[in-house]
C-alpha cells in the first residue's frame, strides 16, 4: 500500500468527489481521497428530498441519488478512496509536500505525503451551546440536521409537537418532514427580520403546509426537566435583544436548531491555513489556494453554500487547479490584488486574485449583509469601473456569483471592490 501521493483530498462528500473528478479530467492520476465516514457521498446521504441538480444534470435528483451519481463517476475513473478514516493532522513539509497523519481501519496509524492537498471537510451545525439558549437540558432538544438523521437513516420517531428556531434551509425542510412524518409544527422562529433559507423552502415546507415563520423572534426559555414541555418564544428589537412583555408560550416535546453552519476547519488551521472570521473558511486565491502552497481549500468547508450543485463547480475548479500545481508549480509573475468586501457585501471568494494565473471565466462569489432593492452591484478597481449591474432584490440567503472574463481582469493593478449601490429613482 503506497504512501505517498500527488493529491489527497480530505472529505468523500459532494465536494471532494467533485475535486477528485476534477483533477482527473486536468490529467492527474496520483489521487486518494480519504472519508471519515463508511460510504461516500457525505450529508447528501441522509437528504432523501428531492431538488438537488438542477444546474449540474438539468433534474430534479434526492440527496443520495446526486451523491451516487458522483460515486459512480469516481469509480469509473478508477479514483482509489479510502473509507472509515480519520485525517488527525495536515502539516507542510520543508520539501513542500505535505504530511497528512490518519488512523483508520486498514492502515492504523500512519502518515502519507502528497504535493498538494485539498480541504474538502464540509460543515457542521451550531449546536445548542453556542447559542446560549436560558433553560434546562431536558430530552427532545436537537439539531435540524441530527432530527433529520434520526428519522431519515434510522427511522426513528422524534416527536409529536415541534417548534423550530431559524429558518435555515434544513430548519425548512424539516418542518415538512416532520409534518409529513404526522407531527405538528407550530411555529418556525428567526432571530433576523429576514429568513435565512431560499424562497422556495419558504414557499414548499412551510406556506404550502400553513406553517408560521416568525420573524425577528427567538427562544428565550426551555421548560421540562427530563423531557421538553415547551418554549418560550419572545419578539427581538433592532438590536435583536428580546422585547420584554412579548414572550409566548409554546408547549411542545421537540425543538430543532437550526442556527447556521460552521465549517470543519480545524485540520486548517492546523496546517497553518489563514482563515477568514467572516466566513470561518480559509482566505483563498482565485485557483482555491489557500495562504499555504499547494494546499487548496473548496465546498462548505470554504463557505457555505446555498446548493449543492455549487459545491460541485466550485470544487471542480479546486481539483483541476491542484492537478496543474502538481504539474507546473504555483504560477508566478503578473499581479496579485486582493478583492475586498464593500458596502451591503459581507465577504468575497476569492479574497485576492493574481492576473497571471486568470482562466477564462473568473467567479467572484459573495453574500449581500441585509435585504436590499432596487440596487446595483458594483465591481471596481481603483478609479476604474469592472462591473455594474442591476438587481430588482438581493437577499442574504442567496449565494451571488459573478462571473468575469479573463480581460476585464487581465489589465488591473488596484484591488478589486464588491460593493452595493443604490439606484437612483
Known amino acids: 500500500m503506497k504512501n505517498e501521493y500527488g493529491i489527497i483530498i480530505i472529505g468523500g462528500g459532494p465536494a471532494g468527489m467533485a475535486a477528485a473528478i476534477g483533477a482527473k479530467e486536468a490529467g492527474e492520476d ?19 428530498h428531492n431538488g438537488f441538480g438542477l444546474h449540474t444534470f438539468n433534474e430534479e435528483l434526492t440527496g443520495p441519488e ?17 473509507l472509515d478514516t480519520m485525517v488527525l493532522d495536515v502539516s507542510p513539509m520543508e520539501d513542500g509536500r505535505k504530511a497528512v497523519s490518519l488512523i483508520s481501519a486498514k492502515r492504523g496509524a500512519v502518515t502519507l505525503t502528497a504535493k498538494a492537498v485539498i480541504l474538502a471537510m464540509g460543515c457542521r451545525e ?28 434510522e427511522g426513528a420517531h422524534v416527536g409529536k409537537e415541534v417548534v423550530i428556531l431559524g429558518s435555515g434551509d434544513i430548519g425548512l425542510i424539516m418542518a415538512r418532514r416532520m409534518t409529513l412524518e404526522g407531527a405538528h409544527v407550530a411555529a418556525v422562529a428567526e432571530l433576523m427580520p429576514y429568513s435565512s433559507g431560499l424562497k422556495r423552502n419558504i414557499v414548499q415546507c412551510l406556506d404550502d403546509y400553513g406553517i408560521p415563520l416568525l420573524l425577528s423572534h427567538t427562544v428565550v426559555d426551555i421548560k421540562g426537566k427530563d423531557k421538553l414541555e415547551g418554549v418560550y418564544i419572545a419578539e427581538v428589537d433592532e438590536k435583536r435583544t428580546p422585547i420584554p412583555g412579548s414572550e409566548v408560550y409554546y408547549p411542545c416535546d ?23 472570521p467572516r466566513t470561518n473558511g480559509a482566505y483563498v486565491s482565485e485557483s482555491l489556494e489557500t495562504n499555504v502552497e499547494g494546499v487548496f481549500s473548496c465546498g462548505n468547508v470554504l463557505h457555505v453554500h446555498d446548493l449543492v450543485d455549487f459545491v460541485s463547480e466550485e470544487s471542480k475548479r479546486a481539483g483541476a487547479n491542484a492537478a496543474r500545481y502538481v504539474k507546473q508549480g504555483r504560477k508566478a509573475g503578473g499581479s496579485t490584488v486582493n478583492v475586498s468586501a464593500g458596502n451591503g457585501v459581507r465577504y468575497t471568494v476569492p479574497s485576492k486574485i493574481n492576473t497571471n494565473a486568470l482562466e477564462e471565466l473568473n467567479h467572484i462569489r459573495f453574500r449581500v449583509t441585509g435585504v436590499y432593492t432596487n440596487v446595483s452591484i458594483v465591481i471596481t478597481s481603483g478609479d476604474k469601473e469592472i462591473l455594474r449591474r442591476k438587481s430588482r432584490i438581493l437577499v442574504p440567503s442567496e449565494m451571488l456569483d459573478i462571473i468575469l472574463k479573463r480581460d476585464k481582469l487581465a489589465d488591473i493593478t488596484d484591488d478589486l471592490k464588491v460593493y452595493i449601490e443604490e439606484v437612483e429613482s
Do not use: H, M
Not at 496520483?30 to 432523501?48: A, K, M
Not at 446526486?66 to 478512496?81: H, M, N, Q, S
Not at 451551546?129 to 432530527?147: D, E, F, K, W
Not at 421537540?254 to 477568514?276: F, Q, R, W
Open 254 to 276: 421537540t425543538l430543532l436548531l437550526s442556527c447556521g453552519l460552521i465549517p470543519e476547519n480545524e485540520l486548517t488551521v492546523g496546517a497553518g491555513v489563514e482563515i477568514d
Open 126 to 153: 451550531r449546536p445548542r451551546g453556542a447559542l446560549n439558549i436560558p433553560g434546562s437540558r431536558p430530552q427532545g432538544v436537537y439539531t435540524a440536521g441530527t432530527a433529520q438523521k434520526l428519522i431519515n437513516l
Open 66 to 82: 446526486y451523491a451516487e451519481r458522483f460515486a459512480d463517476k469516481v469509480r469509473e475513473l478508477g479514483i482509489p478512496f479510502e
Open 30 to 48: 496520483d489521487i486518494l481521497i480519504l472519508e471519515r465516514d463508511s460510504v461516500l457521498g457525505g450529508i447528501l446521504n441522509q437528504c432523501i
